[in-house]
């Protein structure tokens, strides 16, 4: 994946890149899980949709952009344009300790990738890691499309070979009918952490246990002796 070119603002943090993909992979094969129908319902759209449709669904979404980041539609069938991306994370990431840039913020910080249609939502997770220098495994993420629909708001984790820009587009282009959410995977997914990890993640948990039986251990120790010296003051004779 090639970058391109980013930018900083003040409130926000711009970044945008190009990659270069094969155009519209298939979609998984198999029976859609209940959380999942509604994106494997917009992949088969995504399959049969032919140049005409495409192009008029871009200059549909163009007449509706507000904030000039419309979508370019090639000779060739495909398009680029622009996705915004909120980071919702528990904690930083871990960043490269020499790329002399900031780790990312983990809660609020709102990206925008320039990317193509062929773009898929795993190349997505990469791209924004590697602008940001991040030194974790992309697997540890998860990218998440939030809808609001009838006064609900619905988040799904999207499958890694699903186009975000496609989904941007069937939406148009206002973020509070679809907007795009990075996070961790869930607790409990702990498939994506490798072994010397997780055997890190125990030796951490033991240290704390030890220092905290430690602490525990010197509290009442202190205790004990504030409680003697105040019963020998009790009990010294005249």
């Known amino acids: 994946m090639s970058s391109g070119y980013s930018s900083l603002e003040e409130d926000s943090e711009d970044f945008f890149f190009t990659a270069r993909t094969s155009f519209f992979r298939r979609a998984p094969q198999g029976k859609p899980r209940g959380g999942q129908q509604d994106v494997e319902k917009e992949k088969e759209t995504h399959n049969y949709l032919s ?77 924004l890691l590697r602008k940001f220098l991040v030194t974790e495994s992309p697997a ?10 009838e006064d609900q708001v619905y988040a799904c984790k999207l499958s890694d070979r699903e186009h975000p820009l496609y989904l941007r587009l069937v939406a148009g282009p206002k973020t509070d009918t679809l907007s795009f959410v990075l996070r961790e995977h869930e607790i409990g997914e702990w498939e994506a952490f490798s072994l010397p990890e997780l055997q890190n993640f125990l030796r951490i948990l033991d240290k704390e246990e030890d220092e905290q039986l430690q602490n525990l251990k010197k509290r009442y120790a202190a205790y004990r002796q504030k409680l003697e010296e105040a019963l020998g003051q009790v009990w010294k004779p005249d």
Request: proline share 6%; net charge positive.
């Open 51 to 127: 140049k005409e449709e495409i192009k008029e669904k871009v200059h549909k979404y163009n007449s509706a952009v507000t904030d000039k980041l419309k979508m370019t539609l090639n000779s060739n069938g495909i398009y680029t344009g622009f996705i915004k991306v909120q980071m919702e994370l528990c904690r930083p990431p871990q960043t490269c300790p020499d790329s002399g840039k900031p780790a990312p913020s983990s809660h609020g910080c709102m990206n925008t990738l320039h990317i193509s249609s062929t773009n898929t939502v795993g190349e997505v997770i990469e791209a």
């Open 140 to 149: 540890k993420f998860a990218l998440y499309k939030r809808c609001h629909r």
